[in-house]
């Protein structure tokens, strides 16, 4: 087709197809979260230089929706033994989720694990065999105690604007090492509690967003089938490549700087070299029986996190620079009326029972594979929920289905590998487990902790949007140094 006068990409779209191919182009730039403002070309995804030397390459992290219980998973409280069914003896926060009751001791039993002495409650079976690989952090305090808050700040940082993701962040700081896949993947993303923001780039170019692998949803997509979206053969390969090499030839014709279109079609061009490396990226079937076994795959109650985990272990070997991992279903299958995996309001013991028991050989043998393939130096496993779940149960009458509510003023998350110090405590809660008084560990602290790790200045890493320089960390943030190994 010939037009009479020079056009655009936008005005060649537009004509295209009686205009459809300019409508479609404007519903998939009007989903963005935000329009990009500077004239600046985006950054492309080859590897960029950090501003010092790294102790990872790559971050996993480990996604438990919902808010797992820290007084019940990894940070022992004899006192609240002691005190079970008592009144707190501490000034209880202002703002609450729902009603709350007396102290409530933990339905497990602890014991010291490893050389390290790491205490883990009864509901880790697997785990202990890590132990002396995890940096357990207690201290992490700060953040929204609604769900969708909480979530969202964990993720991007803050708790109702949109803002860039930590993968974003990442993979608009450092590129990626392998220019075939995304340099920023969640598997089995969750649709609800921010959805889409939690892993989308916002004002960065959209090139740096989170790529869904498996359609988010709730209850999450089971990994036995997940796939890259709009992965098809049609049409060929050959002519993808003319149509994308006619729109780039028309903005080079042109000179015309279009950053938000640019990164689109860098998008277009990313998506087009995944459908030759993405199949062998999630060929399952290529691993060892073995293997797949030590991951828990064909167990039902563990397959879909075990397929996770290994996906990520083999995207980690392709130079992926950020991977999520969700845990992020539904127990009402199990007869447990709550929303989110982790979120036992009721029937806590439970609960958490069938959530330990469906991740705890998947992330053990994740680990285990990591550090016998020597990618577990380079490579930092973070495992967390938004929030933990309060020291005290949630008021109720009827004890056995008793649980506990959502708490963020101390509650734990882990770290593995990637320059932390293994087989390490670092923080602490009271001796209930209810205020972080050591080492507090804010969202903003855990971000700038993640980046330091991989040689970024959180302070250095900025974008200018809308007349301002932000970052990650907004003007908060200090650097954990003495969980760095």
Not at 89 to 98: D, G, Y
Not at 219 to 246: G, I
Request: glycine share 10%.
């Amino acid at each position: 087709m010939q037009f009479p006068h020079p056009c655009s990409r936008r005005q060649m779209l537009d004509r295209l197809a009686v205009g459809f191919g300019g409508l479609a182009l404007n519903t998939m730039l009007a989903s963005e979260s935000s329009a990009i403002e500077t004239s600046e070309p985006p950054r492309a995804l080859a590897p960029i230089e950090p501003h010092f030397a790294p102790r990872a390459r790559s971050v996993v992290f480990l996604f438990m929706q919902g808010g797992p219980s820290h007084v019940d998973t990894f940070d022992e409280k004899p006192a609240l033994t002691k005190y079970d069914g008592k009144e707190p003896p501490f000034k209880r926060t202002r703002v609450q989720f729902a009603s709350r009751g007396n102290l409530l001791r933990s339905p497990w039993r602890f014991r010291p694990t490893g050389q390290s002495g790491i205490p883990m409650s009864t509901l880790w079976q697997h785990l202990p065999a890590v132990a002396d690989d995890l940096c357990m952090i207690h201290s992490v305090c700060d953040t929204n105690v609604a769900h969708g808050g909480a979530t969202m700040k964990l993720h991007t940082g803050h708790e109702a604007l949109v803002r860039p993701s930590l993968g974003s962040w990442v993979s608009y700081g450092l590129g990626t090492d392998n220019g075939n896949l995304p340099s920023y993947i969640n598997i089995c993303p969750s649709s609800i509690h921010g959805g889409v923001n939690n892993w989308g780039s916002a004002f960065l170019p959209s090139i740096h967003q989170g790529v869904p692998l498996g359609t988010p949803g709730y209850p999450n997509a089971d990994a036995s089938n997940v796939r890259f979206k709009y992965m098809n053969s049609r049409p060929t390969k050959k002519l993808q490549r003319l149509q994308l090499e006619l729109l780039r030839n028309l903005s080079i014709e042109q000179g015309v700087a279009d950053a938000e279109m640019e990164a689109r079609i860098q998008s277009f061009e990313l998506a087009f070299r995944m459908q030759m490396a993405a199949p062998d990226a999630l060929n399952l079937e290529s691993e060892t029986k073995q293997t797949r076994k030590q991951y828990g795959i064909g167990n039902e109650l563990t397959d879909s996190f075990g397929r996770q985990c290994l996906m990520a272990r083999r995207l980690v070997e392709r130079g992926v620079r950020f991977i999520q991992v969700n845990h992020g279903g539904s127990l009402k299958s199990y007869g447990i009326p709550t929303n989110e995996q982790w979120d036992q309001h009721s029937y806590l013991q439970r609960g958490h029972e069938i959530n330990a028991a469906q991740i705890d050989q998947p992330m053990t043998a994740f680990i285990q594979d990591l550090k016998s393939r020597g990618l577990l130096d380079n490579t930092l496993v973070v495992w967390g929920g938004e929030f933990g779940r309060t020291p005290t149960s949630q008021a109720t009458k009827d004890r056995s289905i008793i649980g506990r509510d959502h708490h963020t003023d101390g509650f734990t998350m882990w770290m593995a590998g990637g320059g932390v110090k293994p087989g390490f405590r670092y923080g602490a809660t009271d001796e209930f487990g209810y205020y972080a008084i050591e080492n507090r560990m804010t969202i903003h602290d855990l971000h700038a902790t993640i980046l330091h790790l991989l040689g970024l200045d959180h302070l250095r890493l900025t974008y200018r949007y809308a007349g301002r320089d932000f970052r990650l960390t907004d003007v908060h943030g200090d650097v954990a140094h003495g969980m760095i190994a």
